[in-house]
């Protein structure tokens, strides 16, 4: 991981990148969805078997190399509590991925605790229908 040269919205960090991905060509906080609304649409995975793991694992790294340095400088509790949201789903899809491939998930808890982290973080800030869609995945 390394450091952009631009901050971040709404926070005082630098962007945070991860093989071409940086965090802000994916920030939530600038989409007029909710946090889940954003990640149902951008990290939507309509095959785990033949969705590109490496990208999402990238995608999932810049979201938790930003919480690192949020939490590190006493960042501000809001931003980190909305971006847990895209965090914990991207960690589920990746867990989908990796079991779609025949991999051993990775992921503390399995997929399914990944996804019942999703629908808590996301209690309050989304939609019925969101939290429906994640359920259904």
Do not use: C, M, W
Request: aromatic share 8%; no cysteine.
């Amino acid at each position: 991981i390394t450091r952009g040269t631009t901050t971040v919205a709404g926070t005082n960090q630098l962007d945070v990148i991860k093989d071409g991905v940086s965090f802000s060509s994916i920030d939530f906080s600038k989409s007029k969805l909710d946090p889940l609304g954003f990640a149902l649409q951008e990290f939507k995975i309509d095959d785990p078997a033949t969705a590109d793991e490496q990208k999402l694992a990238d995608e999932l790294d810049v979201y938790l190399g930003l919480e690192f340095f949020l939490r590190q400088a006493g960042g501000s509790t809001n931003v980190v509590e909305r971006l847990k949201v895209p965090k914990f789903f991207l960690q589920f899809q990746l867990g989908r991925v990796q079991l779609a491939k025949g991999q051993k998930v990775t992921l503390a808890g399995g997929i399914e605790h990944q996804r019942q982290k999703v629908i808590k973080n996301a209690r309050g800030q989304a939609s019925a229908a969101e939290i429906a869609a994640v359920a259904a995945i």
